[in-house]
């Protein structure tokens, strides 16, 4: 038996066992311990704000655990709300994130009071709004329960998250935004809500900012898809006539999938299926009647991002497919559950496949540009590999990304990664493709990363093949050029 006695402000338990189950995993033992305590709120409040990362990170999978079985009483959770709150500030970025998806749990699955509801909004809106990429983004996933949940503080929600959008310029803070408006207009029972929603993307639409103006279509997408019975017959006419005026140009592809979600005849084209088994639809080669249905029904979509981890080759590659035409519907939760299993997947033998993944990744990279530290070093792994076909997948990723999503950062790493690779034969003529296929962002590039592409180009040059050359030679004037260019501009300043 476990040896008891009293700690100050405790019952009588050894809290330092306690925080050594608690730091071991010993979950079972820890909750066992806790149970014996006078005021096990007091105890819990102890964990959280230990001074080891461990205990704290762990103690919050231990109170989840405590709610889910009915240990933990709402009112005693409410107790320890702040503790909880500042956790997301942690320095421990884990943490900061465990945090954030356990406020989102409380949301969906605990009844509050007013007050703490107002506080778990306010944590929430500043985490969305510091644009800090993937913390922002399950935020917002937060926010999103939030406004379906509590009436009284979906305006000023919304209000708040159209504020971001329309007047912060960071990527991060604005896709958190779209992602939390998104997730309110598409679960939202308010008809009023809904459309409110709609009219700001609408407007959203204008915008001079071409990332704006895909990810809204993107987000037109999803809540239509779930809304459009919900919408009158006006607003969608006029959404008809603002998405029509977006044909023909390089939104084109997205403007029709707002429009077929305006259309009935994909709703109608599921339901004769209703009664089949997803595998027997897959079997049948049904998969775009899949798609449909897991934009429908978010059972389904959780079953499709399992099958991508499923031992039957088979059903991976089923489920590949699927997730491909719905990234739109992933929302960040689920999007980046599944980032392992598709930078697994880019590096396929099977050219369909690793193409998709690619292209699939690319497109999560575009909704939640949180991923970029993942995306980064997943790219760090595969330009660094000794097989030319993962340095090929790695190259392909970063044009894909560029195509819709061109970011500085990113291709300013892919460039220090791969000029350390220029004097290996095997991979140097892919790069130089590369090279000359994004050649247009070398304008983005500081000068010093500059000089040293140009200077290594030039050793290059000399034991390069005809080909390669004829690349180096195009590169090397193009980078001469806009050398002398940011001379000339400095010497007139």
Do not use: C
């Not at 919050?60 to 909880?84: A, G, H, R, S, T």
């Not at 959008?165 to 809904?194: N, P, W």
């Not at 575009?366 to 000794?386: R, V, W």
């Not at 790069?431 to 983005?444: D, K, Q």
């Amino acid at each position: 038996m476990r040896a008891l006695h009293m700690e100050r402000g405790f019952s009588i338990i050894n809290i330092r066992q306690l925080r050594e189950d608690v730091r071991k995993w010993r979950i079972k033992e820890a909750i066992n311990t806790i149970s014996l305590a006078r005021n096990r709120v007091e105890v819990l409040r102890s964990l959280l704000r230990d001074k080891e990362s461990t205990i704290r990170g762990n103690t919050l999978f231990l109170i989840e655990k405590m709610v889910k079985e009915n240990i933990l009483k709402p009112e005693e959770l409410e107790e320890l709300l702040d503790d909880i709150i500042a956790l997301t500030k942690d320095s421990n970025e884990r943490i900061a994130l465990d945090s954030i998806k356990f406020l989102k749990y409380i949301l969906e699955n605990v009844e509050l009071s007013n007050e703490s509801y107002n506080k778990i909004m306010k944590t929430l809106m500043e985490v969305v709004e510091s644009g800090k990429g993937v913390l922002g983004e399950y935020a917002a996933e937060g926010l999103g329960v939030l406004g379906v949940k509590i009436t009284r503080l979906v305006r000023k929600i919304v209000q708040f998250l159209v504020s971001l959008i329309k007047g912060s310029k960071e990527r991060e803070v604005q896709s958190a935004a779209l992602t939390a408006l998104t997730e309110i207009a598409t679960k939202s029972k308010d008809k009023e809500i809904v459309e409110e929603i709609i009219s700001e993307f609408m407007d959203f639409l204008d915008s001079d900012d071409s990332y704006i103006k895909e990810r809204t279509l993107s987000s037109l997408t999803r809540v239509l898809s779930s809304q459009r019975t919900t919408v009158s017959k006006g607003l969608l006419d006029k959404l008809k006539e603002k998405i029509s005026g977006l044909k023909g140009g390089y939104l084109e592809e997205k403007a029709d999938l707002v429009l077929n979600a305006i259309s009935t005849k994909e709703k109608e084209s599921t339901s004769q299926y209703a009664g089949y088994k997803i595998e027997q639809l897959l079997d049948m080669e049904k998969h775009e009647i899949v798609a449909e249905m897991a934009k429908e029904n978010e059972e389904i979509l959780d079953r499709i991002v399992d099958m991508l981890s499923s031992q039957d080759y088979i059903r991976r590659t089923d489920a590949l497919w699927v997730i491909s035409r719905i990234v739109d519907f992933l929302g960040p939760s689920r999007a980046y559950s599944i980032l392992p299993t598709l930078g697994d997947l880019i590096k396929s033998p099977n050219p369909w496949v690793r193409n998709t993944a690619i292209k699939t990744l690319s497109n999560i990279y575009f909704l939640y540009p949180g991923t970029k530290e993942y995306i980064i070093s997943l790219l760090d792994l595969l330009l660094k590999s000794s097989d030319k076909r993962a340095v090929e997948a790695g190259l392909e990723l970063i044009k894909e990304i560029t195509t819709h999503s061109p970011t500085k950062d990113l291709f300013k790493a892919v460039i220090i990664l791969t000029l350390k690779r220029l004097r290996d034969e095997t991979v140097r003529l892919p790069i130089l493709r590369f090279y000359a296929l994004t050649a247009e962002h070398f304008l983005s590039l500081d000068r010093e990363i500059l000089q040293k592409l140009f200077d290594e180009l030039n050793e290059i040059y000399k034991i390069a093949s005809d080909e390669e050359k004829k690349i180096i030679i195009s590169l090397l004037d193009l980078i001469n050029t806009i050398l002398k260019r940011e001379t000339e501009n400095g010497s007139i300043q």
